[in-house]
């Protein structure tokens, strides 16, 4: 009752879909059941959580930072009605912004994150929620929030400074509305009953006034030498065999984040794959797929970088 705030109508509905099971009911099957009631049309879409918190490769603050947030979000309700803060807080949510370079995980700790706490995440469609004609964006804005507070969800934000940014000056009407939609916003994700989070590349774009009423804010930075060599390890598939593999060379060489890495690892199992010699990857493999990606980034390449296989990637 105090997690899933529906009318009794719906409460009704989910209880005859419940009672036509024909079996005793176990404990997943009423919040599968009040979710499975929600509907967010184009707005959103439900992304399925494939990570867990021991996949995450942060640096200790901001590993300590992801579990708290976990812990919050798992004593949410009982803080609120047993401890009292319901009435000072009106029953507010969890909120938190993830900022950091493409590649550094925000999008991976906020699967990992709903995996933990058990709750379904949406991504959320800005494509569909920022409309250019007058009060649209604060219609679907509206929408998005009154159901996601009915079925204690995350909502996930990515690119959020697009929708989160600052305020303008006023100087002809378009800056006015726009303005008022990010005022609607910041009074509305103050009442959202369940959890927020934003991704952003530029955390400077944000209206400062938002950035004050988060309850997390966990800044991502590009993985050190330490992070990177888990990266890498962790990256490889379990049925490729690595043993030719330089890991500390990599980790060492390249300033890369997960992403990065990940995209490196795939690119060298699908070449690797056209070989014929079996499920392996070597150094010189990894090393062609690293410049791919160091071009694809427009980063300056020199061949001492690659060390003693520097000859295998001249004609990359």
């Given at each position: 009752a105090r997690r899933f705030r529906f009318e009794a109508v719906a409460i009704e509905r989910i209880c005859a879909t419940l009672n036509s099971l024909g079996r005793p009911l176990c404990p997943s099957d009423l919040p599968a059941a009040c979710r499975g009631d929600a509907d967010l049309g184009d707005l959103a879409q439900a992304v399925d959580s494939r990570f867990e918190?021991?996949?995450?490769?942060?640096?200790?603050?901001?590993?300590?930072?992801i579990a708290e947030l976990v812990q919050a979000a798992a004593n949410l309700t009982r803080v609120h009605h047993d401890w009292g803060t319901a009435r000072a807080w009106n029953e507010s949510g969890l909120s938190a912004l993830?900022?950091?370079?493409?590649?550094?995980?925000?999008?991976?700790?906020?699967?990992?994150?709903?995996?933990?706490?058990?709750?379904?995440?949406y991504r959320i469609d800005l494509s569909q929620v920022v409309n250019k004609y007058v009060g649209e964006t604060e219609k679907n804005l509206?929408?998005?929030?009154?159901?996601?507070?009915?079925?204690?969800?995350?909502?996930?934000?990515?690119?959020?400074?697009?929708?989160?940014?600052?305020?303008?000056?006023?100087?002809?009407?378009h800056d006015r509305y726009a303005n008022l939609e990010i005022s609607y916003l910041l009074e509305r994700m103050e009442r959202f009953k369940g959890m927020a989070i934003l991704a952003t590349n530029r955390k400077k774009d944000l209206d400062e006034a938002f950035l004050r009423r988060l309850r997390f804010v966990v800044d991502f930075p590009l993985p050190g030498p330490e992070e990177?060599?888990?990266?890498?390890?962790?990256?490889?598939?379990?049925?490729?065999?690595?043993?030719?593999?330089?890991?500390?060379?990599?980790?060492?060489?390249?300033?890369?984040?997960?992403?990065?890495?990940r995209s490196i690892v795939f690119q060298a199992c699908l070449q690797?794959?056209?070989?014929?010699?079996?499920?392996?990857l070597d150094m010189p493999l990894?090393?062609?797929a690293v410049r791919r990606e160091l071009?694809?980034?427009?980063?300056?390449?020199?061949?001492?970088?690659?060390?003693?296989?520097?000859?295998?990637?001249?004609?990359?």
């Open positions: 918190l021991s996949d995450l490769m942060l640096p200790a603050k901001q590993a300590g930072q993830f900022a950091g370079p493409p590649g550094t995980g925000k999008t991976m700790a906020a699967e990992a994150i709903a995996r933990a706490v058990g709750m379904p995440m509206r929408r998005l929030f009154d159901v996601a507070d009915g079925i204690d969800a995350i909502l996930f934000f990515d690119e959020a400074d697009s929708l989160f940014g600052k305020r303008s000056e006023v100087k002809d009407a990177r060599l888990a990266i890498w390890r962790g990256m490889m598939p379990s049925g490729v065999a690595v043993s030719e593999v330089d890991f500390a060379f990599l980790a060492r060489q390249f300033a890369l984040a997960g992403g990065h890495i690797g794959a056209a070989r014929n010699d079996g499920r392996r990894l090393l062609r071009d694809k980034l427009g980063r300056p390449i020199s061949p001492d970088q690659f060390g003693p296989w520097a000859g295998h990637i001249e004609d990359a």
